[in-house]
């Protein structure tokens, strides 16, 4: 697929007329993004959910609030991102997108929805974002009640493991920085955490304290993860399964269908290029 220019989205101004209140707890609005749009770093004093209906997108945000410490999502749009209020985040968009920001009153959040987290976007929920998006103004009731409705399913989502977090670049130790973004640089490198360490001059034993104690995760969940993210992006651009698969470190395709349907619930044919996220 032919990529355009990347093209900055300035988000100073850009919820005019969407601020969500205690009276319109949930506001939606919704835009075509075509691909390689950014929109820089900026906060909220509200909760965000993030969505594409169509296309796909990686959202970088804190995990929590005022510490820098970051993590990145790829979603696609069986999927949506959780921001919590006060948050800095950036999005960019993979492939072209329609592109679905719900913006949730603080008084609204979920109790206990401090972090930033990915949820699985029902056919209900999906349904109710669209409701909400109608063209023309809701009576008040029925806002009311669509809101309502789309806020308890928000809350029941299912949680999806769907991020890789990354330790703070001026803080902690820079070895575990280093090893993260040597494996990111090549997801198809099949080396041992031990491999990897030995590169940024550590034990294996260190390094999966750090993994356990920085990121709250062991090495090899967080592979999975960065694997995820590197694989979702090439499906949603149509590019054959075997070639993701071997893209990724995989020797053959049927282990990495395995994997990705444990971690998502759905084998990678469903989520390329061409596919309808209807009964996700």
């Known amino acids: 697929?032919?990529?355009?220019?990347?093209?900055?989205?300035?988000p100073v101004g850009d919820t005019d007329g969407?601020?969500?209140?205690?009276?319109?707890?949930?506001r939606v609005r919704a835009r075509s993004l075509r691909a390689d749009s950014h929109f820089e770093p900026h906060q909220h004093a509200w909760s965000q959910l993030a969505y594409c209906a169509a296309g796909i997108m990686q959202v970088t945000t804190e995990q929590h609030v005022g510490t820098g410490d970051e993590v990145t999502f790829i979603v696609p749009p069986s999927r949506a991102v959780w921001i919590a209020p006060g948050a800095r985040h950036a999005v960019h968009v993979l492939e072209q997108a329609e592109f679905r920001t719900l913006y949730i009153d603080a008084s609204a959040t979920p109790p206990g929805w401090s972090r930033c987290r990915v949820i699985v976007v029902s056919p209900l929920l999906r349904e109710l974002?669209?409701?909400?998006?109608a063209p023309q103004p809701l009576a008040r009731a029925r806002e009311e009640q669509l809101t309502g409705l789309a806020l308890d399913e928000i809350t029941h989502a299912d949680i999806q493991a769907l991020g890789v977090p990354l330790p703070h670049a001026q803080a902690g130790d820079k070895r575990l920085r280093v090893l993260c973004e040597n494996v990111l640089r090549a997801p198809s490198q099949r080396a041992t955490l031990a491999e990897w360490a030995a590169e940024v001059g550590a034990s294996e034993r260190t390094m999966a304290r750090l993994f356990r104690d920085e990121l709250g995760t062991s090495y090899q969940q967080w592979r999975q993860q960065a694997i995820l993210a590197h694989a979702l992006p090439m499906l949603a651009r149509g590019v054959p399964v075997?070639?993701?698969a071997a893209a990724s470190g995989y020797a053959s395709d049927s282990a990495f269908t395995a994997m990705f349907k444990a971690a998502m619930g759905q084998p990678p044919s469903h989520f390329q290029a061409g596919r309808s996220p209807a009964g996700t």
């Open 18 to 26: 969407f601020e969500p209140t205690r009276q319109r707890p949930v």
């Open 242 to 244: 075997s070639h993701v």
């Open 1 to 10: 697929m032919a990529r355009t220019n990347t093209h900055h989205l300035t």
């Open 129 to 133: 974002v669209q409701a909400l998006d």
